[in-house]
């Protein structure tokens, strides 16, 4: 199975700020890479896939980017509503696996 | 608009069974697969496996194989999970999504299994 690293586990950071949030695979996963974003009691959300597409309705202040192993999700100008979790997901082979999630929270 | 509602709280014995059920709606249910995720407490998402919503056919995680099934039923546009031989570490919720482009684009609201004696 191929293992996801996400760096850092957890950030603190303040409304305006720039966030810039890591994933490793352990091996080439070209950019078959999704970000989600996920707050306790509701369904996790799809913001960019094939590393760096946003999905419909996602503010452009999410950027992503990478390819092979490193990849990076960039929110810059944090707004209240972007403090939750994040995930990264694999998407090259089965099983897909996700990181262990970095939690931004509000300074 | 596509949503995905599935059923509510369980709480079983150890040993027992669950199924959880995720009725598609805003869209053909036969054209898209349904997948499962689950999330425990304090831990990561877990990707379950999927079914072919079209043609019925299911591919497991190695992790699950043993244990679950994935059924659909077309004429309900709802696709079921069930897990079985509970252990109080399958407490968790458990999402159904559908894929899109790459990820998964659409998720149910989660149901909570909980595994306690």
């Known amino acids: 199975d191929i293992q996801m690293t996400q760096s850092p586990s957890s950030v603190s950071a303040s409304v305006g700020d720039s966030v810039t949030i890591t994933c490793r695979a352990s091996?080439?996963?070209?950019?078959?890479l999704v970000w989600y974003q996920h707050k306790p009691g509701t369904a996790p959300r799809l913001l960019i896939y094939?590393?760096?597409i946003l999905q419909s309705g996602v503010p452009s202040r999410f950027s992503g980017s990478g390819s092979g192993t490193d990849f990076t999700l960039t929110i810059s100008s944090l707004q209240p509503e972007d403090f939750a979790t994040y995930y990264c997901?694999?998407?090259?082979?089965?099983?897909?696996?996700f990181g262990q999630g970095t939690k931004l929270e509000m300074k | 608009q596509v949503q995905l509602a599935q059923s509510g709280a369980e709480m079983k014995k150890p040993g027992a069974s669950v199924r959880v059920s995720c009725k598609a709606s805003?869209?053909?249910?036969?054209?898209?697969?349904i997948h499962w995720v689950r999330q425990a407490p304090g831990q990561t998402l877990e990707w379950m496996g999927w079914?072919?919503?079209?043609?019925?056919?299911?591919k497991y995680s190695q992790k699950f194989q043993d244990r679950v099934t994935f059924t659909r039923d077309t004429s309900a546009s709802t696709a079921y999970m069930e897990l079985s031989s509970l252990k109080s570490e399958d407490t968790a919720f458990y999402y159904c999504?559908?894929?899109?482009?790459?990820?998964?684009?659409?998720w149910g609201q989660g149901t909570l299994v909980s595994v306690s004696s």
């Open positions: 805003g869209y053909t249910f036969t054209s898209h697969a």
């Open positions: 999504a559908r894929p899109g482009e790459l990820g998964f684009d659409y």
């Open positions: 997901q694999q998407a090259n082979s089965l099983p897909y696996t």
């Open positions: 079914i072919n919503a079209g043609n019925g056919n299911a």
């Open positions: 091996q080439d996963i070209s950019t078959w």
């Open positions: 094939t590393t760096s």
